[in-house]
């Protein structure tokens, strides 16, 4: 069985920053795309970043691209997004994703991944 942990999540005000980790269970983790999605009261689940298994792509939503910053550690089977200049609209339960099937290479589609982590609050106030 294959857990993934976030933590990191907080209650911030607009203008901070964040820095997400999530930490897999597996060592399938270093051939894996990672991903970061959020979800809000009321919404779907919003894809958020990405990245590959070995660091060399990165994709992001148009919300968050220039302020959030996804990257890898594969020694340490860890995942993280840092999180600057936070905005209200960047509310939400975040959840970090693993895909083992394919290529290992970006996926912004949340069906394309296998696991799933049990999610992080992240609450931005004015």
């Known amino acids: 069985q294959v857990n993934l942990v976030e933590s990191g999540g907080g209650s911030v005000q607009t203008g901070d920053a964040l820095r997400l980790s999530c930490t897999a269970s597996t060592r399938s983790f270093r051939t894996a795309a990672m991903g970061w999605f959020r979800q809000a009261p009321g919404t779907e689940r919003q894809f958020v970043a990405t990245?590959?298994?070995?660091?060399?792509?990165?994709k992001y939503s148009d919300s968050v691209k220039g302020r959030f910053l996804i990257s890898r550690d594969n020694s340490r089977n860890t995942v993280y997004l840092q999180m600057n200049n936070l905005k209200l609209d960047d509310t939400g339960v975040y959840y970090c994703?693993?895909?083992?099937?394919?290529?290992?290479?970006?996926?912004?589609?949340?069906?394309?991944?296998?696991?799933w982590g049990q999610g992080t609050q992240v609450t931005v106030s004015s």
């Open positions: 990245i590959s298994f070995d660091s060399s792509q990165t």
């Open positions: 994703a693993l895909a083992v099937a394919g290529s290992g290479m970006v996926v912004t589609h949340p069906d394309v991944y296998d696991y």
